[in-house]
């Protein structure tokens, strides 16, 4: 048996808005890290009958099952494909807890679509641009995990993304460790809370505006091996994300407890520790994700879990583009 494994990213720079919300086009570039131990793995097999979706054996509940399988059917603009297909899927990734599930799964089920697909729409000038387009109307971020390592979607006009890598002397380099606070879903899903910080957050505007002054400086750094700066400029994304969610009607956020603890501890270590590269960054959901060199790995790593006992560390690196896997 064969599946299709595609990766968790974690964006650098964030991407929180949609310029199109049925198209899936965000508001801003973003810049992301694909990571090798968070992955989804999907097939897809013709059959009978309608469409049905299985995740770790078992059917969907009813509203996560319309969005995979409305989805389907917008593939099938972009693919020609089965009249019915069973589209399996496995991940070893908390759905719905800041982690993008959704993007490792979005992009693993556009590639094992497109196993079994006998073409594709004229349009697209390969299958791999049909891959990226039904992996983005899954997923806003799921074009991301198309690629390894570090990568910047770019927006071109209104209408078109792309996703470029950018090459780094960091990229061996780059740790991160992932503390699982909390991975039960977030009552408030990453769709939603965008479409109500663009309709009423006093601070949306704001952030389109400094955007891309921030990914162009982030990719500027990536590309001169400067970590301290990308890592600045990675944590100023991660608050400047979180206070459009608070300044929004009515106000939300992702943080716990345990979360501004670890924050905290990250900006006082780096200020008694002249040189540490450790460096936070959250998205939507509890859990954070620290970012350091490989040489700060075990010292960041212990002090954590003496900070937070019962967190859940993870440790990642680069990830790779989706892959084969047999199993």
């Given at each position: 048996?064969?599946?299709?494994q595609?990766?968790t ?7 929180w808005g949609k ?9 801003t570039d973003s ?10 793995r ?14 770790h ?5 009813p ?7 409305d989805?389907l ?6 693919l ?28 693993a ?11 594709y729409?004229p ?6 641009d ?12 799921a ?14 006009g ?5 996703i ?11 740790r991160v ?17 965008m479409?109500?910080?663009a309709?009423?957050?006093a ?9 891309p ?11 001169k ?8 400029l ?7 994300m ?6 929004a ?6 943080f716990?407890p345990d ?16 040189g ?5 960054t ?28 019962n967190?859940?560390?993870q ?13």
């Amino acid at each position: 048996m064969v599946w299709s494994q595609a990766h968790t990213n974690i964006a650098l720079i964030k991407y929180w808005g949609k310029a199109l919300s049925k198209q899936n086009i965000p508001a801003t570039d973003s810049i992301s890290l694909t990571l090798d131990s968070f992955w989804t793995r999907a097939r897809a097999e013709a059959s009978t009958g309608i469409d049905k979706v299985v995740v770790h054996g078992e059917e969907l509940n009813p509203v996560e099952e319309k969005r995979v399988l409305d989805w389907l059917q917008a593939a099938r603009s972009v693919l020609t494909l089965p009249n019915a297909i069973v589209l399996e899927t496995w991940n070893n990734v908390p759905k719905a807890a800041g982690l993008a599930s959704s993007a490792s799964a979005f992009a693993a089920m556009a590639t094992a679509l497109a196993r079994v697909s006998l073409g594709y729409d004229p349009r697209f000038n390969s299958k791999e641009d049909a891959i990226k387009e039904i992996a983005r109307l899954g997923s806003g971020s799921a074009l991301r995990s198309l690629q390894a390592s570090f990568v910047r979607l770019r927006r071109h006009g209104s209408e078109n993304v792309a996703i470029e890598k950018i090459d780094t002397p960091l990229e061996d380099e780059i740790r991160v460790i992932a503390l699982l606070l909390d991975t039960k879903a977030k009552k408030i899903g990453s769709r939603e809370g965008m479409k109500r910080v663009a309709e009423s957050s006093a601070f949306y505007e704001a952030w389109l505006s400094e955007h891309p002054t921030d990914v162009e400086n982030c990719q500027e750094a990536l590309e001169k091996g400067d970590w301290h700066r990308v890592g600045a400029l990675m944590e100023s994304s991660t608050l400047k994300m979180h206070a459009t969610c608070m300044a929004a009607t009515p106000p939300f956020w992702y943080f716990q407890p345990d979360s501004i603890k670890i924050m905290n501890w990250v900006t006082e270590a780096r200020l008694k520790q002249k040189g540490l590269s450790t460096y936070f960054t959250m998205d939507a959901g509890a859990n954070v994700k620290i970012f350091c060199l490989a040489r700060d790995l075990k010292e960041t790593g212990d002090a954590l879990q003496e900070i937070v006992p019962n967190a859940k560390i993870q440790i990642a690196s680069k990830g790779p583009k989706p892959h084969e896997e047999k199993g």
